[in-house]
């Protein structure tokens, strides 16, 4: 497997442009004699010393290329766990390159994400760990970032491997069971093999529950302002932004498609869409934007339905608002699936303060746009959304959807082989599903793999890393 990693690779490992220094890395076999043939200096090669940085002017042929420093790393102590140089250059672009295109004649270029891919086939970190690699580089937020440093030290793992431990131990007492079964004397009994059956099934719940929130934080909450034409959506959104981004207009249909813009709040990425107006319209563009929108809204996280308060002003009850909520949700009802909506009064400012009081009572949202804490209520309902994650970020989350899948194929064996228990059918096939359940475990971290479950992880890695 993945013989073609047995030769030596280079590339830069900090981004393209000018700063102080540049990195470029090279691992593999030969990557010590390959950098030292490029360097001159005043140490010697036969008393060079792991871990410890030397000054040498890197050569090609007989051109000075740049002053630089060079730190070298013997297997399996580095990062991918085989012989690294990390040589540290000047921040130019153009050096580093031609630094680079130096060590290419006696070494490849890595592919995206291969320094990390041979740490993880040098058993230097699980599968969890190498994605968690991806995951910090790609962090927009301090809880992606905590997220996936949790990940990064082992938290996933160790849920993995406490849910493996515990099917195996049952695996063992199957397997005896079935060695033995013509003993009087049973190795377990039924009613303690479907209590232990129903504590898997429970972590692996657990656990395919928690990948929703560790993808929210990861690629950031998706929440939808859905609505009638001219109740607010884009001005409430570009006060969310604090930026002019959507247009606004008395026009009923100006926005024609859905915006989408990003923001951190306290830490947690949001990404917000600004809809266009739910309504009947004959305008064949509107109506492709709506139906852009409807897709939209059918994908996200929280949806937030925007009510004019000049309406509700009209009778400000609450079964008068009720009334008028059901008769907008009528109309958001697609593909047989009921969405799950937040209300929101918008243009509060307009309501009474008796109106006002009566629907915070009964912890109704209310926004405006003009006072100076009009979006406070939305802030702190989104805050209260994800104040829950600050423990499971700590016990580590499942972070993507191949994650996820393995762990509802898990839990699919673990039914499976309780429904075969209740059956009768035979403890040799609880064995089996108990069989199929760690294997699909075991994708997570990495002890069954593929290639091409590989290749696709790695596929978005920087090419320096």
């Known amino acids: 497997m993945h013989a073609k990693f047995n030769d030596t690779i280079a590339a830069i490992s900090t981004p393209r442009g ?3 220094i540049a990195i470029i890395r090279i691992s593999g076999n030969h990557a010590h004699s390959i950098a030292l043939s490029f360097l001159k200096g005043s140490f010697k090669t036969n008393s060079l010393k792991p871990k410890t940085s030397y000054f040498a002017k890197f050569y090609d042929h007989d051109q000075l290329l740049d002053e630089v420093l060079f ?4 297997a399996p102590h580095s990062y991918t766990g085989e012989d690294t ?5 000047h921040g130019n672009d153009f050096i580093a390159s031609q630094i680079l295109e130096a060590l290419l004649k006696k070494s490849r270029l890595a592919q995206p994400g291969e320094f990390t891919l041979r740490a993880f086939l040098n058993h230097k970190m699980d599968l969890t760990k190498a994605e968690a690699v991806g995951n910090l580089l790609m962090a927009q937020t301090k809880k992606a970032q905590q997220a996936s440093l949790a990940q990064l030290e082992g938290k996933l793992e160790e849920k993995i491997n406490n849910i493996l431990n515990k099917i195996l131990n049952l695996r063992i007492q199957c397997e005896l069971a079935i060695d ?5 004397v049973p190795i377990i009994e039924d009613s303690e093999l479907h209590e232990k059956l129903n504590i898997i099934h429970n972590d692996l719940d657990l656990l395919e529950r928690s990948a929703h929130d560790g993808m929210i934080i990861h690629e950031g909450l998706k929440v939808c302002l859905i609505g009638e034409p001219n109740v607010g959506k884009s001005s409430l959104f570009n006060k969310i932004l604090d930026m002019d981004r959507a247009i606004v207009s008395d026009i009923p249909g100006t926005t024609r498609d859905y915006i989408e813009e990003a923001i951190s709040l306290q830490g ?9 107006g739910i309504r009947q319209s004959e305008d064949i563009i509107e109506k492709m934007g709506i139906e852009r929108s409807n897709q939209i809204i059918e994908q996200a996280d929280l949806i937030f339905l925007l009510l004019d308060a000049q309406i509700i002003n009209e009778n400000p009850t609450i079964n008068h608002f009720n009334e008028y909520l059901i008769s907008l949700k009528s109309k958001l009802i697609m593909n047989d ?3 799950k909506i937040i209300p929101i009064i918008n243009k509060a400012d307009l309501l009474n303060t008796e109106a006002k009081q009566l629907f915070t009572d009964n912890k109704i949202l209310l926004c405006s746009n003009i006072e100076a804490d009009g979006l406070d209520p939305l802030r702190t309902y989104l805050l209260e959304f994800f104040a829950g994650f600050t423990q499971e970020i700590e016990s580590g989350l499942i972070s993507n959807a191949r994650q996820l899948a393995a762990v509802s194929k898990a839990k699919e064996s673990i039914i499976q082989a309780t429904n075969t228990l209740k059956m009768g059918t035979g403890i040799e096939f609880i064995a089996f599903d108990l069989a199929s359940a760690s294997n699909h475990l075991e994708e997570i971290i ?5 290639d091409d479950i590989l290749d696709k992880i790695f596929e978005n890695f ?4």
Do not use: P, Q
């Open 18 to 20: 000018r700063g102080a």
């Open 71 to 74: 730190t070298l790393y013997s």
């Open 85 to 89: 140089v990390e040589i540290f250059c």
């Open 180 to 184: 033995f079964i013509e003993d009087e």
């Open 268 to 276: 947690n990425l949001i990404r917000f869409f600004d809809t266009a």
């Open 337 to 339: 699936k009921t969405l």
């Open 446 to 450: 990495g002890k069954i793999t593929t």
């Open 462 to 465: 920087c090419i320096g890393k």
